[in-house]
């Protein structure tokens, strides 16, 4: 037996799926975010770095990717933890290690707001991923081409990450540059009120 749907009830249907599911958007007016780019997973970072920064933190994030799926988040958390190789890669990487059950992180991408150090990059050849994507690069002690490159074409390390640098590149600078400025202020300020003599 065969069911007729008149052309004004299969116009309902459809209508009424157009509002369950909203997918025809405006192309031109909302932004398309692919969940598995990097801009994706970077932006993701960020959101750690701004946990540090709210802490009083250095605001540096990162996230450790695995077949399209974060297995790690951290934050930088030296003045939290005490403890100054508490960086947030370094936290990142014991964190997907346990989450894979292995030490070895292969197949999988390391996220950072800001170029690694050279701890760090000590350790990401030690824990074997394969890519670093970071966001500003660190002309001054970064140890992934800014002042040296351990990441890439040191036969003594044994292993090579390919690496991409300047992704939400101005965004992870900007909140640097934010908190270093509002940090050099609040010292200002401190050292004037300490400077007040008080009246007798
Ligand atoms: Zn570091």
């Known amino acids: 037996m065969t069911r007729k749907i008149s052309a004004a009830g299969a116009n309902r249907r459809v209508a009424a799926r157009a509002v369950r599911y909203p997918s025809a958007v405006d192309e031109n007016e909302a932004p398309?975010?692919?969940?598995?780019?990097?801009?994706?997973?970077?932006?993701?970072?960020?959101?750690?770095?701004?946990?540090?920064?709210?802490?009083?933190e250095v605001p540096i994030g990162a996230v450790i990717v695995h077949e399209n799926r974060i297995i790690a988040r951290a934050w930088n958390q030296v003045e939290t933890l005490k403890d100054a190789t508490?960086?947030?890669?370094?936290?990142?990487?014991?964190?997907?290690?346990?989450?894979?059950?292995?030490?070895?992180?292969?197949?999988?991408t390391l996220y950072v707001t800001k170029e690694p150090c050279p701890m760090c990059a000590g350790a990401i050849?030690?824990?074997?991923?394969?890519?670093?994507?970071?966001g500003c690069p660190d002309p001054k002690g970064g140890a992934a081409g800014g002042w040296i490159n351990l990441l890439d074409a040191n036969p003594p390390l044994n292993h090579r990450c390919d690496?991409?640098?300047?992704?939400?590149?101005?965004?992870?600078?900007?909140?640097?540059?934010?908190?270093?400025?509002?940090?050099?202020e609040k010292k200002k300020a401190e050292k004037q009120a300490g400077e007040i003599i008080p009246d007798t």
């Not at 508490?86 to 999988?108: I, S």
């Open 125 to 134: 050849v030690h824990c074997r991923p394969s890519r670093v994507v970071f």
């Open 86 to 108: 508490a960086h947030a890669e370094m936290l990142a990487l014991t964190a997907a290690q346990q989450a894979l059950g292995d030490w070895r992180l292969e197949n999988c």
């Open 32 to 56: 398309i975010i692919d969940l598995r780019s990097d801009a994706h997973f970077m932006s993701q970072a960020l959101r750690e770095a701004h946990k540090a920064f709210n802490r009083g």
């Open 163 to 184: 690496t991409l640098s300047g992704v939400m590149g101005e965004e992870s600078l900007r909140l640097l540059q934010t908190f270093f400025r509002e940090a050099r």
